[in-house]
């Protein structure tokens, strides 16, 4: 604002006008705000949604017909995790839920939390918990 009253100059008096600008950019600035909240509410229901299939941050950014690096600033923004961590964490979360509660082969687990590849699954398992799946699945069932 200090800018616009320096272009302005002494020719012109903003001050009865300077409220009203104030006003309006604090208004813009809260839809902004609101707006981003709610993609990003749109973008982690999606992710929910579609955990287990081959979902991508661009499929999520055609969804809520946005660009994808806005729709990555903003999850980063509200969450302070990036798309693939958000989703990850998610198969993740899952999967041991179904190592723990059920019998299902874990091909069969690494398929229904979207990775198809079980290599791949084991990988990315054992990074985030630090042992197997296979391992995971015995120590969770030995304490139920």
């Known amino acids: 604002m200090s800018t616009l009253k320096r272009t302005i100059g002494k020719s012109y008096s903003i001050n009865p006008f300077?409220?009203?600008v104030t006003s309006m950019c604090r208004l813009v600035n809260s839809q902004y705000q609101a707006n981003g909240n709610t993609i990003v509410e749109?973008?982690?229901?999606?992710?929910?949604?579609n955990y287990n299939q081959?979902?991508?941050?661009?499929s999520v950014?055609?969804?809520?017909?946005?660009?994808?690096?806005y729709v990555s600033r903003l999850i980063r923004q509200h969450t302070g995790k990036n798309f693939t961590i958000i989703l990850t964490e998610l198969r993740i979360e899952?999967?041991?839920?179904?190592?723990?509660?059920?019998?299902?082969?874990?091909?069969?687990?690494?398929?229904?939390?979207?990775?198809p590849n079980q290599r791949y699954f084991n990988?990315?398992?054992s990074s985030y918990i630090g042992m197997s799946p296979n391992d995971y699945r015995k120590i969770t069932q030995t304490f139920n």
């Not at 081959?54 to 661009?58: P, R, V």
């Not at 950014?61 to 690096?69: G, T």
């Not at 999967?95 to 979207?114: A, F, P, Q, Y």
């Open 18 to 20: 300077f409220p009203i």
């Open 42 to 49: 749109l973008v982690l229901k999606y992710i929910k949604q």
């Open 54 to 58: 081959s979902i991508s941050l661009t």
């Open 61 to 69: 950014s055609e969804y809520v017909q946005r660009n994808p690096s």
């Open 94 to 115: 899952e999967s041991k839920h179904l190592l723990k509660e059920t019998n299902k082969k874990i091909t069969e687990i690494s398929d229904l939390v979207g990775y």
């Open 123 to 125: 990988r990315v398992f």
